[in-house]
């Protein structure tokens, strides 16, 4: 089993950055590819960024590119969202998500087994 936990949101204002940190107690991370979701209030959860097992590879929806950074700690069993740059349609409930890596799995992917309870992000104009 895997179990998330996220922390680092909060309120900030438009232009300022935060870091989110997810926390996977999981017996091999590195088995695992790992993603941020977000939903907005009223609106669809979508795919954020998303990083392979290895670390080599990452994923960005359109929207963030260029703002944001994933990445992982493997010695910490970690997973992190920089983001920068922040705009009021960032605020949204964060999540962190991990799902069993195989051959082929497309980052992309929505499909994840394991999510976190989230962290709220809210940035004000």
């Known amino acids: 089993q895997v179990q998330l936990v996220e922390s680092g949101g909060g309120l900030v204002q438009a232009g300022g950055s935060l870091r989110l940190s997810c926390a996977a107690s999981v017996r091999t991370f590195s088995y695992y590819d790992m993603g941020w979701f977000r939903q907005p209030p009223g609106k669809e959860r979508e795919l954020v960024a998303a990083?392979?097992?290895?670390?080599?590879?990452?994923y960005y929806a359109d929207s963030v590119k260029g703002r944001f950074t994933i990445s992982r700690d493997s010695a910490k069993n970690a997973v992190y969202l920089q983001m920068n740059s922040l705009k009021p349609e960032d605020t949204a409930l964060y999540y962190c998500?991990?799902?069993?890596?195989?051959?082929?799995?497309?980052?992309?992917?929505?499909?994840?087994?394991?999510w976190g309870q989230g962290t709220q992000v809210t940035v004000s104009s």
């Open positions: 990083i392979t097992w290895s670390g080599g590879r990452t």
């Open positions: 998500t991990a799902d069993r890596t195989y051959y082929n799995r497309s980052l992309e992917s929505t499909a994840y087994g394991y």
